[in-house]
């Protein structure tokens, strides 16, 4: 059995001690992607697509039914309860992003004066890659923990990553798997927002992006949402 445990302060929550199990007794074959809402309130998630031609016939283009999502199309949201968790597991290529409270933003907001931070991923494909993106900012913390199947790497510095997280804003160059603020590219901000300045500091290695090699997959990929870092939002 797997145990996501927390004792973390953060402005939006008090101290979390509970645990949540997670059963990872199972061989997967393919790569489980797991959520766990780690706080003692309910949260709105938002599970967005990447999009593809109508010809296409290899990825996931329906969010429905995924998560227990009722909609449809590339966008779809839901409730997750207080230390609660869902999973779901793709035959087909599965590409897309997972935001908390907003969809992502490049550009603060009134709603989010430090952005959003989403988490993105590339799974069951011919090569596997995720990521949270602090690129555009910051409204929560996120820690990720890469349980079974093959070896995730973040650069050969890296070669087998199994947790990463994210800071809060302005706190995330050199984090292995975080791409920090305005920093497209992870070691540049080629092509970055004129809204995202300034930006942080690019970093010296690629390693913001944890990648398998060539057409392998399997075990869980767990996503644990610790909290909003940002009072405004929880009111």
Not at 18 to 38: M, P, R, S
Not at 68 to 79: K, P, R
Not at 155 to 176: A, Q
Not at 210 to 230: E, K, L, M, Q, S
């Amino acid at each position: 059995m797997y145990l996501v445990a927390c004792a973390i302060m953060i402005s939006c929550a008090t101290e979390i001690k509970e645990e949540i199990v997670i059963n990872d007794n199972l061989q997967l074959a393919n790569t489980e992607l797991t959520l766990v809402n780690n706080t003692k309130d309910s949260l709105l998630v938002y599970l967005t697509l990447s999009g593809y031609p109508a010809s296409d016939t290899i990825h996931v283009k329906n969010v429905n039914g995924i998560f227990g999502i009722t909609g449809s199309g590339l966008v779809g949201s839901f409730y997750l309860a207080a230390k609660d968790s869902v999973s779901y597991t793709s035959m087909l290529w599965f590409s897309g992003n997972v935001s908390f409270g907003g969809q992502p933003i490049n550009c603060f907001t009134a709603t989010w004066p430090t952005g959003v931070n989403p988490f993105e991923f590339n799974l069951n494909n011919n090569q596997e890659s995720i990521d949270i993106s602090a690129m555009g900012g910051v409204n929560c913390l996120l820690s990720i923990d890469l349980i079974g199947g093959p070896a995730w790497q973040a650069s050969p510095s890296y070669p087998d990553v199994r947790y990463f997280y994210n800071d809060s804003m302005w706190k995330n160059s050199g984090l292995i798997g975080v791409y920090p603020y305005g920093c497209t590219n992870c070691t540049n901000t080629e092509g970055k927002q004129a809204c995202q300045t300034p930006n942080e500091q690019p970093n010296s290695k690629p390693i913001c992006t944890p990648t398998r090699a060539a057409d392998v997959h399997g075990g869980r990929v767990v996503v644990i949402f610790n909290g909003y870092t940002n009072t405004e939002i929880c009111k």
